[in-house]
């Protein structure tokens, strides 16, 4: 589209100083760059995989952002996988009436443990959860597995010492 022609002389000198600027770095971009660029559908951009927030400095503030960053995209990527096997397992029922509870089985254990799973690493962290908070909860959990074995199996009791609420 040709440019329109200068009103004054201090138009046409301002639009030749930007075309002495401009011109390389859009010819440069439009014949080298974007020939060479692979072009993907925004649906299926892939990210790098960043250093998680254990691998980061504590003052690094580029490395908290990019693994809070990465947090997002997982829990946003788990949670489609969690809706997507609720809606195969609500379909079956709904296609195998009378039969689902028989026929559906397997789709059922599947969505439970993905959602326990769902849970276990995302579950109580609330709406602000950074990859920090989800850090420090499955730190937590590692501490007690290994002081009160599995989550869910109550705690242990060393030989000898009774009911911890006895002795209170």
């Not at 951009?45 to 503030?61: L, M, N």
């Not at 397992?89 to 769902?118: G, I, M």
Request: hydrophobic share 35%.
């Amino acid at each position: 589209m040709p440019e329109a022609p200068a009103r004054n002389p201090l138009d046409s000198f301002l639009n030749a100083v930007q075309a002495t600027i401009d011109g390389p770095v859009t010819w440069f971009r439009e014949k080298i760059v974007e020939p060479n660029r692979q072009t993907y559908p925004w649906y299926h951009q892939k990210f790098r995989r960043v250093p998680s927030i254990d691998q980061c400095y504590t003052d690094d503030a580029v490395c908290i952002f990019e693994a809070n960053q990465q947090f997002k995209r997982d829990k946003m990527v788990d949670n489609e996988i969690l809706a997507i096997l609720r809606q195969r397992f609500e379909d079956c029922v709904l296609y195998e009436q009378p039969d689902h509870e028989r026929k559906c089985r397997s789709l059922l254990d599947t969505y439970e443990k993905a959602a326990e799973n769902w849970f276990i690493k995302y579950g109580d962290l609330g709406g602000y959860a950074n990859a920090k908070t989800a850090y420090m909860k499955q730190k937590h959990r590692m501490i007690w597995e290994r002081r009160h074995g599995p989550v869910g199996t109550g705690m242990k009791t060393v030989e000898g010492e009774g009911d911890v609420a006895s002795e209170h």
